[in-house]
């Protein structure tokens, strides 16, 4: 057998997930409103919700920081996974699509367990830093945003994270393109430019795991 990578056919893709998915009723009801969307890509995989989920109860992580909300499917994933007084905030800049998901969650219960804050994902999180005293005392911050922002999220959430604590970046493959040299779109080369600055980054510890669209996995030393 190759040590490469599996490469997954559509119905291998299913077999995998009819022998490990779990989901929660309330989850597949966001997937399934989502899938009406044009934009309905934005949202992260059930296997990578589900992966994160096992991560953050490895960390027990008590506090999250969520940089794009969407429709508020990986915010759900991630505060059903937290124990009791764990607390997620989440950032986004669309107010449609934040009060659909915070209908979500209060229909599944967790809505006491997700912050919502609205607007600019920098100021927001220099504010938390700042204002909230937030730096150094996070478990984990997920990215998902923009991606022309990325690098300024990611060193933002390093700041924001306790040491050993968790920075989790989604589409760091990007459908591919990340290998087209042809592909000179703007957030084509922010995905790039992002991907060799975490390689070059002796501040973190990391792995690329090829689940969903690529998601990027780096602890901070």
């Known amino acids: ?12 893709h299913e077999y995998m997930l009819s022998i490990s998915l779990r989901e929660m009723d309330s989850l597949k009801r966001i997937r399934e409103h989502t899938a009406n969307r044009p934009d309905s890509n934005m949202q992260i995989s059930p296997e990578q919700g589900q992966l ?12 999250i920081v969520e940089i794009g909300t969407f ?27 934040t009060d659909a998901a915070k209908s979500f969650w209060k229909d599944a219960g967790f809505e006491n367990k997700i912050e919502s804050k609205l607007g600019d994902a920098i100021d927001i999180l220099n504010s938390l830093i700042r204002n909230e005293s937030l730096s150094g005392q996070v478990d984990m911050v997920f990215i998902d945003a923009d991606k022309a922002n990325y690098i300024s999220y990611y060193e933002l959430a390093l700041e ?9 970046i989604d589409n760091v493959l990007w459908g591919g393109s990340v290998i087209d040299a042809q592909d000179v779109r703007k957030d084509t080369t922010a995905i790039k430019n992002f991907n060799v600055h975490l390689k070059n980054d002796s501040r973190i510890e990391m792995s690329l795991v090829p689940i969903g669209d690529g998601l990027t996995i780096a602890r901070k030393k």
């Not at 924001?160 to 989790?168: C, T, Y």
């Open 1 to 12: 057998m190759s040590s490469k990578t599996i490469q997954l056919s559509d119905a291998l």
């Open 52 to 63: 994160i989920s096992l991560i953050i109860k490895l960390i027990n992580a008590k506090k």
């Open 71 to 97: 429709t508020g499917y990986s915010a759900l994933t991630f505060a059903s996974a937290m124990d009791d007084g764990g607390k997620v905030i989440t950032i986004d800049c669309n107010e449609k699509t």
């Open 160 to 168: 924001l994270i306790r040491p050993k604590g968790l920075v989790m």
